[in-house]
């Protein structure tokens, strides 16, 4: 459980502070929403990590090489963006700058 709470507590933090640095906050119900996308995500990146991880065992990559660089980041920045690019982007609360880094820290 500790281990749980270590692991979640500095995201909160930081979607909580950039919450309340926005100079015209967002509303809540977008926060939340955005979260939980950034939450539903996992999965298809769990599923695409484990499978580009496969894919670069058999061609005898490192697995540090392939675990970090070519399979992780690519998925999970690609996925976030993805979040970003289509749902955020289209949102009428996303109007300002700063409205990218609240949204591009909570997904």
Do not use: C, Q, W
Request: charged share 15%.
């Amino acid at each position: 459980m500790h281990l749980l709470l270590v692991t979640i507590l500095p995201s909160l933090l930081l979607v909580i502070y950039f919450v309340k640095s926005d100079k015209f906050r967002e509303p809540t119900s977008s926060i939340i929403k955005i979260f939980s996308y950034g939450i539903l995500i996992t999965i298809p990146a769990y599923i695409a990590n484990t499978y580009l991880g496969d894919f670069y065992a058999k061609l005898n990559i490192s697995e540090n090489l392939s675990a970090s660089f070519l399979s992780a980041a690519p998925v999970e920045e690609g996925l976030k963006f993805f979040i970003l690019y289509y749902v955020v982007y289209k949102m009428k609360e996303f109007n300002e700058p700063i409205d990218g880094m609240v949204y591009g820290v909570t997904v």
